[in-house]
């Protein structure tokens, strides 16, 4: 059986790792239920209405779509810094899968600039009336939910890999390692599912999709941050020799 020892960078990794797994949620779920969908609603009109007459509500809704982007880089990184030893090569895939992840993040971002950018330029009001550069707006901001379920794809494989090396390495529990590979799996299964049956959603919740990987990585946060690094096999020989020792004494 492998012993992964760790050594400093590894800790100090799992800390960042963890404050920035817990950081990118808190950031997403505000930005994105406590703004965007607050003001992006199924009716064209009453849409633009809302992002005109919260538009700072709405720019600070993007720029936190932005820090999750940047939090969700350092995560990628600091997981590719304790993932290294076990597998170089997955660890890499691992995190090039989730960069993929962020760059679809980042166009759902743009997007939002451009919608806002058709609804209060004035130049595009005179230019086009007002239903049809609303459904104009609209169809950017729609793109979001494509976006989002193509990231989420190689956002689950990122997990789904580095669950297996949490799993291989023993740095966390087995347990929460085997639900982090499962609940990963099941969330890349679902969404190609979804991809080619648009209905899959009125058989399986979409909510169903990513939220036991969420749940994952909450408990994976906080075992990093208050539990830290330890390989089984390495606390194993140290419980041993403690033993002995007692033992002796």
């Known amino acids: 059986m492998a012993t992964y020892t760790v ?16 950081i990118t949620l808190v950031t997403v779920v505000y930005a994105n239920f406590g703004i965007h969908d607050r003001l992006i609603v199924e009716s064209n009109a009453e849409t633009a209405r809302n992002i005109l007459a ?4 709405f720019r600070i809704g993007i720029a936190g779509d932005l820090i999750y982007c940047a939090g969700v880089i350092v995560l990628l990184t600091a997981l590719y810094v304790i993932l290294k030893p076990v597998n170089r ?16 993040w980042l166009v759902m971002t743009l997007n939002l600039f ?11 009001s005179r230019a086009f009336d007002a239903a049809p550069l609303q459904a104009l707006a609209s169809l950017y901001l729609g ?6 379920y193509v990231g989420l794809l190689f956002g689950a494989l990122a997990s789904t890999v580095c669950g297996y090396l949490w799993f291989k390495s023993r740095y966390i529990p087995r347990a929460l390692a085997a639900f982090g590979v499962i609940s990963s799996a099941f969330c890349v299964v679902c969404t190609l599912i979804f991809y080619i049956f648009p209905d899959f959603d009125k058989h399986v919740n979409l909510w169903w999709f990513d939220s036991p990987m969420t749940v994952f990585d909450i408990a994976l946060s906080f075992w990093l941050l208050f539990k830290g690094l330890r390989p089984f096999e390495l606390a194993h020989h140290d419980k041993a020799r403690d033993q002995a020792q007692l033992g002796v004494a």
């Not at 691992?94 to 760059?103: G, M, N, Q, S």
């Open 54 to 57: 919260h538009e700072r509500l």
């Open 7 to 22: 050594d400093e960078s590894q800790r100090k990794s799992a800390r960042v790792a963890g404050f920035a797994y817990l």
């Open 114 to 124: 451009s919608a806002l950018r058709l609804l209060s330029d004035p130049d595009y």
């Open 143 to 148: 793109t979001r939910f494509d976006h989002y």
């Open 89 to 104: 090569v997955l660890a890499l895939l691992a995190a090039f899968w989730r960069f993929v992840f962020v760059l679809m």
